[in-house]
């Protein structure tokens, strides 16, 4: 794992990554007002607010929103086509498959821009080995990361427990 990256990650047994957002929203706004005595916390010129709910959106939808291209459907060619082409991405070669080029257009450019607190769910399979298939989204997964002030703050899945589905 990443942990210059990640404060905080976490698995409970039985759970999935809905219990685990809620989880993480009460831990986040119940520090936050320990330390603060309040659920906000000044940063700089910015107020952010732990209170919860967080704002949830699939990484597809973040892509979109920031971009302006749906990769929903997309296969890796047309994923690529697009990185290179339309987002002028540089550094995009043949081997990256549609998990890292949707991790590469995630990180440049959605990634910093999310400074209150966001959970980014639901990822493609292609980035998420041993997380289980998302229960009505084909392709994706059950997993997030929660993002503040541009970083990454804590992230969670639910645990693929099935064997034979471990390194497909």
């Not at 990640?6 to 936050?32: A, H």
């Amino acid at each position: 794992h990443n942990p210059e990256f990640t404060c905080m990650e976490l698995y409970v047994q039985y759970k999935d990554y809905n219990w685990m957002m809620s989880f993480t929203e009460d831990l986040l706004e119940t520090i936050c007002k320990a330390v603060n005595g309040s659920a906000e916390v000044k940063n700089g010129e910015r107020i952010i607010s732990f209170k919860a709910p967080f704002r949830r959106l699939p990484i597809l939808d973040a892509i979109k929103e920031k971009t302006g291209f749906d990769l929903s459907d997309k296969n890796e060619e047309e994923i690529r086509k697009i990185a290179i082409e339309d987002l002028k991405m540089e550094g995009i070669d043949e081997s990256f498959g549609k998990g890292k080029l949707v991790d590469e257009i995630f990180g440049e450019f959605c990634e910093g821009t999310f400074i209150q607190p966001t959970f980014i769910t639901d990822y493609p399979v292609e980035m998420s080995p041993l997380t289980k298939m998302h229960r009505s989204k084909p392709g994706l997964t059950e997993r997030f990361e929660s993002m503040v002030l541009g970083k990454e703050l804590a992230k969670a899945r639910t645990v693929l427990k099935d064997p034979s589905h471990q390194g497909n």
